[in-house]
């Protein structure tokens, strides 16, 4: 493990070990990665850019067209109401519309409008850079090995 950067304060009291608890743990790792990730993310989107939820949600609105709201946020692993705050921001950018399901008007499919799915295209494009660009330094084969025990970790949540 790596070893903690030494600070130039001066405070008797904070005492910096060599290697902390922390750094054990894979939990605080992962944490630690999506932050750098997420802040790289938001800076590739540019400012009015995509929020990772958002593109998340019009990915798959895009890949799955009709899919319905109920559909999409067990897709993403959040709760319905969790959803309707992003759909509205996609529908409010006019990249998606909302449809009734044919035989049950009370459910609300998605589909993504021209400018959403070329929103969504462009999108695409800036976020493959900046994963290229912030992975850079691991081999395709530990990018694949990286994704595969992601995935484990994932498989927990079903």
């Known amino acids: ?22 750094e054990e743990f894979i939990g605080y790792n992962l944490k630690r990665a999506y932050v ?4 790289d993310f938001r800076r590739a989107l540019g400012e009015d850019g995509f929020a990772p939820r958002v593109f998340s949600a019009l ?3 895009v890949q799955y067209p009709n899919v319905t709201q109920s559909g999409l ?6 709760e319905r109401s969790g959803l309707v705050a992003i759909v509205d921001e996609l529908e409010g950018r006019g990249l998606l519309k909302r449809t009734h399901v044919p035989g049950d008007r009370r459910v609300q499919a ?3 409008t021209a400018a959403g799915s070329k929103a969504y295209a462009e999108a695409r494009t800036a976020v493959r850079a900046h994963e290229d660009r912030l992975l850079a330094n691991l081999s395709d084969a530990e990018k694949s090995t990286l994704l595969a025990l992601l995935a484990k970790i994932r498989a927990h949540e079903d």
């Open 59 to 61: 990915s798959l609105v």
């Open 36 to 39: 750098i990730v997420q802040a």
């Open 1 to 22: 493990m790596a070893s903690v950067p030494r600070t130039n304060r001066q405070d008797p009291e904070e005492t910096l070990v060599e290697t902390p608890d922390l």
């Open 110 to 112: 998605l589909v993504p």
């Open 73 to 78: 946020a067990r897709m993403l692993g959040i």
